[in-house]
């Protein structure tokens, strides 16, 4: 099993920054990958951001050269570093832990609120 802890989201003007944070604990040797992804109302849950374990890192088109996905490897936390944030970015940020075999693990998500 692995558990997901996600903290960082909150209400900020458009321009602003946010940084979330999702801290994994249990069996991480398991995990082949982690993503931050993000559900708007009324739409479909989207992937944001992912890193392998690798490190290798894809990013949706629409925060291409805003967002930034990191880890700190001895924390088991992966961050997302949110920039010139747009009011379209607001939703409910969710991470996920992407198993080598199985079935994924989400965190309980944070609210992201980006006011005009």
């Known amino acids: 099993q692995v558990q997901l802890v996600e903290s960082g989201g909150g209400l900020v003007q458009a321009g602003g920054s946010l940084r979330l944070s999702c801290a994994a604990s249990?069996?991480?040797?398991?995990?082949?990958?982690m993503g931050w992804y993000r559900q708007a109302p009324g739409k479909q849950r989207e992937l944001v951001a992912g890193i392998t374990t690798g490190g290798s890192t894809n990013y949706a088109d629409s925060v291409l050269g805003r967002f930034t996905i990191s880890r700190d490897i001895g924390k088991n936390t992966v961050y997302l570093q949110m920039n010139s944030l747009k009011p379209e970015d607001t939703a409910v940020y969710y991470c996920r832990a992407d198993r080598i075999v199985g079935l994924n693990y989400w965190g309980q998500g944070t609210q992201v609120t980006v006011s005009s």
């Open positions: 249990g069996w991480i040797a398991s995990l082949k990958a």
